[in-house]
């Protein structure tokens, strides 16, 4: 028997191979499928199942790719309805992988269809379950994605689901759960990416011995904000999509400087993808800064429209990368890219912007003069809670969008924007100047390096533009 866990980091997400005698079962596999089928090709084994979880929310599933590329059905759990062929297991049913057994446990409360796959060994031991996003490492998946029932109800379904299903497991069974720390999918994952049914017991508050009704209470209250690309890439999976080789053939079409122009006007999205260091020294006016180096798909999925074409400028050998990452999470139109990529652009003498960078030093010393000075904090509110500069106000990155949010800004304000570190500042600052909000500079380093200023007074209480 053989077990990968395959994680990716932008997405904090995990795919799973097993195998046994040849025969191999991918759970939960993302958009961009040929890792599987290159690891089964290497270990010499036929992929037979493709076995899914639930309607992911947080990326769209490589599912029907990879069933077409192998033939393999797509087996999903009870109350699963699809548009296109999958197999609809029952609660219980036993799928064969050489000398071992996958079987279902239909656990509903993150979704209705949500499913657990309990894997036994060649003994026929319980020997590891693949929980989705029913049982995380240190939390459970969030029950506040449906249209069709409230958070309390999937949260009364995830309480027996638990109580019937994963607690009655075996201490040593251990936990392979879809998401790891970082997800959206959980109100605050713990940081393994894998754990057992004992460690979880012992420190999930979700498997403490309590009421269904203190669960309920539990599970709901602090849950954060739904991100905006959630239902669209529920549907995605449950409707099915384009295959991944026809987004990355048109995506990856390079663009000469007038083609890239010609685009441009007719209302497109430019997403720049360098690293933030190398967007705020110069850019193509208008450009969203989102870089590689941070959680990319999860900021686009969030921040960007889907009924919009993109058009990239990016780091040269970087072009495939970006277009994968994007259409893991949902986005197709995607018309090309820069040619040469931004030095192209610079070298033909195209008009240009740039983010003016300062130090926290630097910001210490004009507060006490700059009476136009406004910080703004676009950290999330509880980071915001913990500890803030005094007067600075907060403007999550994930609402930098909402024209209501921006109503105060007002053209004597000089905006300090600061994240934790400097990645989600600079993206804010290119949508900020994309809404024509110039007058503003982006704190390197952020709040990790404004807290050692120690003439910069902070403060726990919010503040508001006037």
Known sequence: MFIKQLYTNCLSEAAYYIESNGEAAIIDPLRDVDPYIQLAKERDATIK????????????????????????????????????????????????????QIVVLHTPGHTVESTCYLLKDETGKNTAIFTGDTLFVGDVGRPDL??????????????????????LLEDDVIVYPAHGPGSSCGKNLGPGTSSTIGEQKQTNYALKPQTKEDFIKAVT????????????????????????????????????????????SEDGII??????????????PGSVSIGLEGKFAEWAGSLLPFDKPFLLVTETGNERETVVRLARVGFSKIQGYLAGGFAAWQQAGEKTDLIINVEADELAMDIPYDENLVVVDVRKEVEFGDAHIKG??????????????????EDHHNLYIHCASGYRSTIASSLLKRQGIHNLRNVLGGWSKIKEESTIETEKDAAVLN
């Open 221 to 264: 209250e602090g849950l954060p904000e739904v991100p905006n690309y959630f239902p669209i890439n529920a549907q995605i999976n449950k409707e099915g999509y384009e295959s991944l080789d026809a987004v990355l053939k048109a995506g990856l079409k390079p663009l000469s400087i007038e083609e890239f122009k010609k685009l441009m």
């Open 146 to 167: 449906s249209d069709n029932f409230s958070k309390e109800d999937l949260a009364a379904m995830l309480f027996e689901s638990l109580q019937k299903k994963i607690i």
């Open 271 to 284: 997403l720049d993808t360098r690293p933030a260091s190398s967007f705020t020294e110069g850019f193509i």
């Open 49 to 100: 199942y493709i076995f899914e979880t639930h309607f992911h929310a947080d990326f769209v599933s490589g599912h029907i790719d990879l069933s077409n590329a192998t033939n393999a059905p797509i087996v999903y759990g009870p109350k699963t309805e699809t548009k296109f062929p999958v197999t609809v297991a029952a609660d219980g049913q036993i799928f064969q992988i050489g000398n071992i």
């Open 392 to 409: 600075a106000v907060n403007i999550p990155l994930i609402e930098m969008n909402d024209p209501g949010r921006m109503a105060d800004i």
